[in-house]
């Protein structure tokens, strides 16, 4: 069934042209679409598609010259071509978007502080919020202009599984100084929750190293970085990192009783 064959080619195609635009173009809608939709997208309908593929092929039986010298040379001239491939992009990321080299152990590329990229998860959206969008903080309400009277700096690094990573400074309010120690002591979660119901849970134990901020590198944040208010907590992934934060909740269930990641 050639037209099968050309189908599964073409969602292949568009799921590394997505991975790509991500990675040198960066966030942005097309259509209401964003590049890391059409990545995983055509992950997701390809993994049936490539079972039927297979269940349809397996009478085929494994020949004695699949394992043939020929092959396993094929073999290594390919994985030799995913080096070299690799190399090729790693030079123009450089070229591009001024990316440098991998520089942590979680594979991550340098990127400038002053223009730290957007990430937004899979099915998430950028809210338009108001500067003075109130967040709820264990019973009390702030403004990012409240935040901002005591606000202290803090250095963190943004280290993003899609593969970068930024050492900024950033500007806020821990959460121990917002939450009284007995509400905290009474409770075995933070559960942070962003204006579009992208959420986290934290230990309670970790509030102090939890921050509000309004500010990015002494500017405030941009709409697409999380204004007027997100979550930064250094030390952690940044999807741990809630943009757009509406309420920081105390709560009796513990914080591991959740998905390993966002699927929002
Ligand atoms: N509400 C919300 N917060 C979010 C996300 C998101 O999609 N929605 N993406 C997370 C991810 S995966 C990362 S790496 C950081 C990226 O922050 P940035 O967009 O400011 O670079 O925000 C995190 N916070
Ligand atoms: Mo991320």
């Known amino acids: 069934m050639r037209w099968a064959s050309l189908v599964l080619l073409s969602i292949v195609i568009a799921g590394l042209v997505g991975g790509f635009a991500q990675f040198f173009v960066g ?40 394992l043939s010298r020929r092959m396993l040379l094929r ?15 790693d030079i123009a ?14 594979g991550s ?19 338009e919020l108001a500067a003075a969008y109130p967040v709820e903080v264990a019973g009390r309400t702030f403004s ?23 050492d900024a400074t950033w500007s806020g309010r821990r ?11 009474g409770a075995a979660s933070l559960v942070v929750t962003s204006a579009t119901g992208y959420q986290r849970a934290f230990p309670a134990a970790d509030a102090a190293t939890l921050w509000l901020v309004v500010a990015c590198q002494g500017r405030p944040l941009s709409a697409v970085n999380g204004a007027p208010v997100r ?32 699927v929002q």
């Open 27 to 66: 966030w942005r809608l097309v259509l209401g679409i964003s590049p890391i939709q059409v990545h995983v997208g055509a992950a997701v309908i390809l993994i049936p598609l490539l079972a039927w593929h297979v269940l349809r092929h397996r009478r085929q039986r494994l020949r004695r010259t699949d």
């Open 231 to 262: 979550l930064v907590a250094p030390g952690r992934r940044g999807f741990w990192w809630v943009k757009w934060v509406a309420r920081v909740e105390l709560s009796d269930a513990p914080g591991w009783r959740q998905l390993p990641f966002p």
């Open 144 to 166: 990012a202009r409240d935040l901002a009277e005591q606000a202290e700096p803090v250095a963190a690094r943004l280290d993003c599984t899609s593969g970068w990573f930024a």
């Open 93 to 106: 990321s450089r070229w591009t978007g001024g990316r440098g080299r991998i520089a942590t152990s979680t």
């Open 175 to 185: 959460l121990t100084d917002l939450i009284s120690p007995e509400a905290l002591a």
């Open 75 to 89: 073999g290594a001239a390919l994985a030799g071509a995913v080096g070299a491939g690799f190399v090729v992009l």
């Open 109 to 127: 590329r340098p990127v400038d502080a002053d223009a730290i990229p957007a990430t937004i998860w899979l099915l998430d959206r950028v809210p």
